[in-house]
């Protein structure tokens, strides 16, 4: 392991590693190490969409649009995908049910699929605009907070198997924050009218939220309360 992939641990206080609920500091090194040991073989499984993941507040737009804007890839916000009816229904405060979600997350799904597929033909010189790969690689917003869940994002990648959980195309950052930062950022959100889940709903989303750290290796744990920047950083680290 080189120094780099010490970048996480090096970067923040004491104070912020007590909130790494389902990563302890050991664990975060073993990925560190497997991610440093495996880089040799990334060239084939080079993440084409990286999924900002995490419940309402955890700053997933902000890091997204960050990250993308940094990386030179599209942006994606999963909100802008739901149909009508699914944002009526949470801005009353009423969760979401799986009738509400699969049907979402099976049309990102597809919007992934197709950005995949354009890249992968435009690298057999079958698609004319070679020039656009980045923009078609993609950072996506999402909640994604089960594992059946991101399961369906993953076979976007066409080469997914499913049920593997080999690391693929379709690779995820959890924001990792605690709860009394996330009722701060809702709740002031909410009062400004800037988006339309209320704070009531935060409680439902980390009743839901899911994280398998024995199979999913495919999932890398940043601390949500740190600046944007060094957030971005890390990703970058840690993922690319």
Not at 217 to 228: A, E, N
Request: aromatic share 6%; proline share 5%.
């Amino acid at each position: 392991m080189d120094n780099s992939d010490y970048y996480l641990l090096q970067h923040q206080p004491d104070h912020h590693l007590h909130h790494l609920n389902f990563l302890n500091q050991q664990q975060i090194i073993t990925t560190m190490m497997n991610h440093h040991h495996n880089k040799g073989s990334l060239e084939t499984t080079a993440p084409m969409v990286l999924v900002i993941m995490g419940v309402s507040g955890s700053g997933k737009t902000t890091i997204g649009e960050l990250l993308a804007k940094t990386m030179d890839f599209g942006f994606l916000d999963a909100d802008d995908f739901h149909p009508v009816a699914n944002i009526e229904k949470m801005s009353k405060g009423i969760p979401l049910n799986e009738e509400d979600r699969i049907p979402w997350l099976e049309t990102l799904r597809d919007t992934l699929r197709t950005k995949i597929n354009q890249i992968s033909s435009s690298s057999n010189g079958t698609y004319d605009d070679v020039d656009d790969d980045k923009k078609r690689k993609a950072v996506l917003c999402c909640s994604a907070l089960q594992k059946k869940y991101r399961e369906i994002l993953r076979t976007a990648d066409p080469n997914y198997k499913p049920g593997s959980y080999v690391p693929g195309r379709v690779k995820f950052i959890y924001l990792e924050t605690p709860i009394e930062v996330l009722l701060n950022r809702v709740n002031k959100r909410a009062a400004e009218g800037k988006h339309f889940m209320p704070a009531s709903l935060l409680q439902s989303q980390l009743d839901l939220l899911q994280i398998d750290n024995e199979h999913e290796k495919d999932i890398t744990v940043v601390d949500g309360t740190l600046p944007p920047q060094f957030i971005v950083n890390d990703i970058r680290s840690l993922i690319l």
